[in-house]
Each structure stands twice: as structure tokens, then as C-alpha cells.
């Protein structure tokens, strides 16, 4: 498996997408790939002139294998000198020391779409940030981010937001990271969403609640992080890595406000967004 530093540049034919700021090139074996990746990362494409923070190599398996037909989540392993192992249903991959790149063996989009969450998330977690299964809501170039378990309306409130001529950062899994004016930033990923929006300063994150009407309750940050870290992505199985989760969402919950949306499954749960983020 090869390891280290990318290239300079991109290989012929390498597609490249940038997330949040990071920029990884992606080569596969499987030249059918291209179509699938294409729709999957289309409006993530980076410019020619950016060149690639990483590099994810994808081969094909030694006999041919279906690709899986549900996602999972992957299994993190440590491996030898700082590797990573990520395991998942019909690929392995291996991540080097410094998880800018990895050899992939599968097929199909689903492993290059895992292995490349858990190198965003690794990526975030060097720059103090965190990438959070949540719905990233934008207005007037600020954001508000909500997180809660499967059901809590994550995907419901985005739809009402789009009704309302929001704009959706992504309302599966959000990118925040510090930024350099001492503020936070947030931005979207290919995941659940139809189109790329322009990341976003961060002002507040929140939870969610059912209710027949809709309002916007002050929560303890307290509150907040127990929910926040159920839904982060943990790139580092390891202490220190779980304690870099948990510091990076300590400073984040620190720097916003914190709050809980209760709403109601109509266009009054945008209005008390909007009138927020005003």
C-alpha cells in the first residue's frame, strides 16, 4: 500500500472535488465509476487550478464482488506506524499516517463515498473542526445548524426551508471549522442535497422538537453537546482522537448560541429560522 504525501498534481483522468476548503483527487479502476462519481460529486467538481490536498486510489477486488446495495457505517481500525484500516461491506481500505491518502480495494460508488467521509472528517479534525450528521440552514451569509438522532425532523425541516426559498447547506452531513477571524465556519457536503451552497459563517447550533407550533428555545450548551456528539463523525478511534472531538465541540458550542427548535411541519418553522438569522 503506498503512503506519504500527494502528488503535486492530479494523475490523467483523476476526478477531483473539493469539500469544505479540502480538495482530494479520486482515480478508480472501474472506468463505469466515473458516471456514478460524477452525479455524486458534481457540484463539488474543483476548479483546474486548485490542486489536491489528498488522493484516494480505488482498485477492484481480485474477484468480482456485488457491489453492496446499503450503505453502512465504516469500521475504524488503527493499524501499523499511524495507519488507518476502514472496513465496511465488500471494500477495505487503508488510510496512510497522515490520511491524505488512501488505497481503496471494492466497487461500486459506496466505498470511494465512506472512505471519503472519513478523510473530510480527519482533515476538519487538524483544523479543530468537526463534520456532524446534521441540517445546515443559511440566510444573509449566516448559518444555523441542527442535530438530533434519525426522526427528529432533520430532513423535514430542511424541505420547509427549501419551500421558503432557503438555501441548504445539506441536511445529512455538515462540515464546521474555525475560522480565521476567531468565528466559525460551516459548509455543505454532496450528501441530500441538490445543488452546492456557498459555506457560511456559524452563529448558532441546536437540537430539534415536534410541537403544533413552532418557536426558538434557549438550551444550555450542555444540552447541546450531548446531542452534537452522537452525531459527529469520529475520524481518530483512539483517546486522542475522541478527546480532540470533544474539545473541538466544546469551542464550537462556546462560540455560538445554542438553542432548540421546536416546529411544526409548516412554513412557520422557516419564518422563526429566518427571523433569527436576520
Known amino acids: ?39 455524486v460529486f458534481g457540484a463539488f467538481l474543483a476548479p483546474e487550478a486548485v490542486a489536491p490536498d489528498a488522493r484516494l486510489v480505488m482498485r477492484n477486488p481480485p474477484s468480482p464482488q456485488a457491489p453492496p446495495t446499503m450503505q453502512e457505517l465504516p469500521r475504524l481500525v488503527p493499524g501499523d506506524a499511524g495507519t488507518l484500516r476502514v472496513e465496511g461491506a465488500g471494500y477495505s481500505a487503508v488510510l496512510s499516517e497522515d490520511r ?7 466497487s461500486g460508488r459506496y466505498p470511494v463515498e465512506n472512505v471519503i467521509k472519513v478523510m473530510l472528517a480527519a482533515a476538519l479534525a487538524k483544523r479543530g473542526g468537526l463534520l456532524l450528521h446534521g441540517v445546515g440552514l443559511v440566510h444573509g451569509g449566516r448559518a444555523a445548524l441542527f442535530v438530533g438522532h434519525s426522526g427528529a425532523g432533520k430532513s423535514t425541516l430542511g424541505g420547509l426551508w427549501r419551500e421558503a426559498g432557503g438555501a441548504v447547506l445539506a441536511d445529512e452531513l455538515v462540515a464546521v471549522w474555525p475560522g480565521e477571524d476567531g468565528g466559525w465556519r460551516a459548509a455543505g457536503t454532496p450528501w441530500n442535497v441538490p445543488a452546492r451552497t456557498a459555506e457560511a459563517a456559524l452563529v448558532a447550533v441546536g437540537t430539534l422538537g ?6 426558538w428555545e434557549a438550551q444550555g450548551a450542555g444540552e447541546v453537546a450531548r446531542v452534537l456528539l452522537l452525531n459527529a463523525l469520529l475520524p481518530e478511534p483512539t483517546p486522542s482522537g475522541r478527546g480532540a472531538l470533544v474539545g473541538a465541540a466544546g469551542r464550537v458550542l462556546s462560540s455560538v448560541e445554542t438553542a432548540r427548535l421546536v416546529f411544526a411541519r409548516d412554513a412557520s418553522a422557516a419564518e422563526v429560522v429566518r427571523a433569527r438569522l436576520a
Open 1 to 39: 500500500m503506498n503512503g506519504g504525501d500527494p502528488a503535486p498534481g492530479p494523475r490523467d483522468g483523476a476526478l477531483r472535488i473539493t469539500l469544505a476548503g479540502w480538495t482530494v483527487a479520486l482515480e478508480v479502476e472501474d472506468d463505469a465509476l466515473a458516471g456514478p462519481l460524477r452525479r
Open 100 to 106: 491524505c491518502h488512501a488505497d481503496v480495494v471494492g
Open 210 to 215: 415536534w410541537d403544533a407550533g413552532s418557536r
